[in-house]
């Protein structure tokens, strides 16, 4: 007896060909992320803010194995820099068929120390920012029957965390958002999912030591990129996997 792989889906799972943008990429999670992007394939476009480097190194190194990338800058604070970015992925690879929003704000602050510049300025990066990139690449997506718009949200937006109720608050508002566009693209070969890991290292924003976080974690340890990547791919090949927002916490938040 022979075992064959059942029907595929109408779509297929490749992501091959596909031009990804990825932002905040030359931090941990978004080196990962467009690393397996690029391994998938895609030809990939890194967002970044400040730090220019790791971007353009990793944007290097797919080029030279024969891949296709362009390290691109964007002051997300600014709410003209989504659409400018768009512009020059659409002019260095081509239109936008996967939106992975990832760059994001996550100074901790309590209750009392958070300013009004303070909220405004993790909401324009966090929250309003990928609306308008998303607002600027769905119609395209529309017009050719395909696209994947993933979300890099919190367990904050679901527990409060310890960073501060800006950041929370910021983060559950991309809930919100994933569920308004999810529901209203579904027809038109547009998944839209959010991801919502907790401590994980290799990035900028852990609230305190890792030695100490690692005890609020059940599995005993932090997340890994690489982790946070392998979901991400797999929610991107997924043709009917969309309105959802997946945890990637150790088991911190159970649901």
């Known amino acids: 007896m022979t075992l064959q ?9 490749s992501l091959a060909g596909r031009v990804a943008l990825v932002t905040g990429a030359s931090g941990g999670i978004g080196q990962a992320l467009a690393r397996r992007l690029a ?9 970044f803010g400040r730090t220019a480097g790791p971007a353009q190194d990793l944007a290097a190194q797919v080029v030279a194995a024969g891949g296709r990338a362009a390290a691109i800058q964007a002051d997300l ?6 659409a400018e970015l768009i512009d020059a992925t ?15 704000r996550g100074h901790r602050q309590s209750l009392e120390e958070v300013t009004s510049t303070d909220f405004d300025d993790m909401v324009a990066v966090n929250l309003r920012a990928p609306f308008l990139l998303a607002q600027r690449v769905v119609p395209g997506m529309r017009e050719r029957g395909f ?3 993933l979300f890099m949200s919190s367990i904050a937006a679901f527990t409060g965390g310890i960073v501060g109720p800006h950041y929370a608050a910021s983060k559950a508002g991309l809930h919100g958002l994933t569920y308004f ?16 890991p907790a401590l994980i290292t290799g990035t900028t924003m852990l609230p305190g030591e890792p030695e100490e976080l690692r005890h609020r ?7 890994q990129p690489g982790e946070v990547a392998d979901l991400a791919i797999a929610v991107l090949r997924n043709s009917y996997l969309t309105n959802q927002v997946i945890s990637l916490d150790g088991g911190m938040h159970p649901r």
Do not use: F, K, M, Y
């Not at 391994?39 to 967002?47: I, K, P, S, T």
């Not at 659409?90 to 994001?104: F, R, S, T, Y």
């Not at 027809?187 to 999912?193: P, Q, Y």
């Not at 974690?217 to 997340?223: D, E, K, Q, S, Y």
């Open 90 to 104: 659409e002019q260095a690879l081509g239109p936008v068929d996967i939106l992975v929003c990832n760059a994001g």
């Open 77 to 82: 604070r600014d709410p003209q820099a989504p």
């Open 217 to 223: 974690v059940p599995v005993g340890r932090l997340g």
């Open 39 to 47: 391994v998938e394939g895609a030809h990939v476009a890194l967002g």
């Open 181 to 196: 566009l999810a529901s209203r693209l579904a027809d038109a070969g547009i998944t839209v999912n959010a991801l919502a």
């Open 147 to 149: 696209g994947r718009v």
């Open 5 to 13: 792989e059942g029907p595929q889906a109408p779509d297929g799972r």
